[in-house]
């Protein structure tokens, strides 16, 4: 009941920006964890790999992520480009605003026993 309006209401503040979910959380990743691998994004956004990388594909011909040199040449490093830096600190401007008129009203107490609770659900489920 929570999920899907959140992610339309999201959607449409990433429309923005030209942007959708996927294509943000990965933006989010490369800016809060740095350059990654393909097979470490689909982990984190518990998907395969292949639909990694079509996003991936997509961003990188906007311009927004790039391929870094790794030791291994099998393995595809990418992190944000300098017009991805731009474009994220852009979008978390709005990402923030959107957060703050989602969580108005909820104690900062609260908001961390929410975020506590959801963590041991994920555990659960991941068992």
Same mark, same amino acid.
């Given at each position: 009941?929570?999920?899907?309006?959140?992610?339309?209401?999201?959607?449409?503040?990433?429309?923005?920006?030209?942007?959708y979910r996927a294509q943000w959380?990965?933006l989010y990743y490369f800016a809060t964890i740095g350059p990654?691998?393909?097979?470490? /994004? $689909?982990?984190?956004?518990?998907?395969?790999?292949?639909? #990694?990388?079509? !996003? *991936?594909? =997509?961003? @990188?011909?906007?311009?927004?992520?790039?391929?870094?040199?790794?030791?291994?040449?099998?393995?595809?490093?990418?992190? /944000? $480009?300098?017009?991805?830096?731009?474009?994220?600190?852009? #979008?978390?401007? !709005? *990402?923030? =605003?959107? @957060?703050?008129?989602?969580?108005?009203?909820?104690?900062?107490?609260?908001?961390?026993?929410?975020?506590?609770?959801?963590?041991?659900?994920?555990?659960?489920?991941?068992?």
């Amino acid at each position: 009941m929570l999920y899907r309006p959140f992610e339309n209401r999201l959607n449409i503040h990433l429309a923005e920006h030209q942007l959708y979910r996927a294509q943000w959380s990965i933006l989010y990743y490369f800016a809060t964890i740095g350059p990654t691998t393909l097979v470490e /994004l $689909s982990h984190y956004m518990s998907v395969e790999k292949p639909t #990694v990388t079509r !996003t *991936i594909n =997509r961003l @990188e011909e906007l311009g927004y992520v790039e391929h870094i040199p790794g030791k291994d040449k099998r393995e595809k490093r990418m992190q /944000l $480009s300098e017009l991805g830096r731009h474009v994220y600190n852009d #979008v978390r401007v !709005t *990402i923030d =605003r959107f @957060e703050q008129e989602s969580l108005k009203g909820i104690s900062e107490d609260e908001q961390n026993e929410a975020i506590r609770i959801m963590g041991e659900i994920q555990k659960n489920i991941a068992r």
